[in-house]
């Protein structure tokens, strides 16, 4: 199994609304990652997880909250988002560890169209 | 400030022709170099992975090559099909404290015609 599935594929949300995006690994990666990715533009990080701690954020706005609840799931809780959050986003993962070994890979999931309203 | 640039921006190619992708980049430590493809509205998908010690790598019909001196790499892709249309990146991971950080290229985006 070489998937990360990310959850729900499309997002429609008001900007007073409270929802969560939802990514899974069972390859046994011990790094997480959350990417925004606009149009046309290429994905930029907002966090990293490794061993469930976070180890990363990248200055990413408070309304942007992850969670590492175990080392197969990580999620982004999004609360009073702006239209311009509207995005792709992307959940990728990594073994920690091995990052500079020749054959080590990031996988990324399919993403989660987000469109605030 | 690490930057990884590619070029061209587009590039419209016949179907069953060769093609091949540029990227410089400036990341330093320099930990690896990837290329992925990358369809519209889906996640990216890795094509090769390489580390400063590899000058070549293929996967199918694509062979990525980096020179580690010169800090560029390309993409190329051979007899080339419908299905490789989408936006191609290049991405160079970099070590932060343990953690690999990954900086991406804006990409090419490639359209194939038939």
């Known amino acids: 199994d070489t998937e990360v599935t990310q959850t729900p594929k499309h997002l429609v949300m008001g900007m007073t609304n409270k929802k969560s995006l939802k990514c899974e690994q069972h390859m046994g990666h011990r790094a997480m990652y959350w990417y925004k990715q606009k149009a046309k533009k290429p994905p930029e990080l907002m966090f990293v997880y490794s061993y469930e701690k976070l180890s990363i954020n990248e200055s990413v706005p408070s309304r942007f909250s992850p969670e590492c609840p175990n080392s197969s799931l990580l999620n982004l809780h999004l609360h009073a988002l702006q239209p311009e959050d509207s995005a792709l986003y992307l959940c990728?993962?990594?073994?920690?560890?091995?990052?500079?070994?020749?054959?080590?890979?990031?996988?990324f999931g399919q993403g989660t169209r987000l469109t605030v309203v | 400030k690490n930057q990884v640039e590619q070029s061209p921006q587009s590039l419209i190619i016949l179907e069953g022709k060769n093609c091949t992708l540029q990227c410089n980049y400036t990341v330093s430590p320099f930990s690896n170099l990837r290329w992925y493809k990358q369809d519209t509205g889906r996640g990216p998908v890795s094509l090769t992975i390489m580390t400063f010690s590899e000058n070549t790598k293929s996967n199918g019909r694509y062979t990525a090559t980096l020179d580690a001196d010169t800090k560029q790499s390309s993409l190329h892709i051979t007899a080339s099909q419908l299905s490789d249309s989408a936006s191609y990146i290049c991405?160079?991971?970099?070590?932060?404290?343990?953690?690999?950080?990954?900086?991406f290229g804006t990409g090419t985006r490639l359209t194939i015609i038939p």
């Open positions: 991405v160079v991971g970099g070590s932060n404290f343990g953690n690999e950080k990954l900086t």
């Open positions: 990728a993962s990594s073994q920690v560890g091995i990052l500079r070994g020749p054959n080590t890979e990031a996988f």
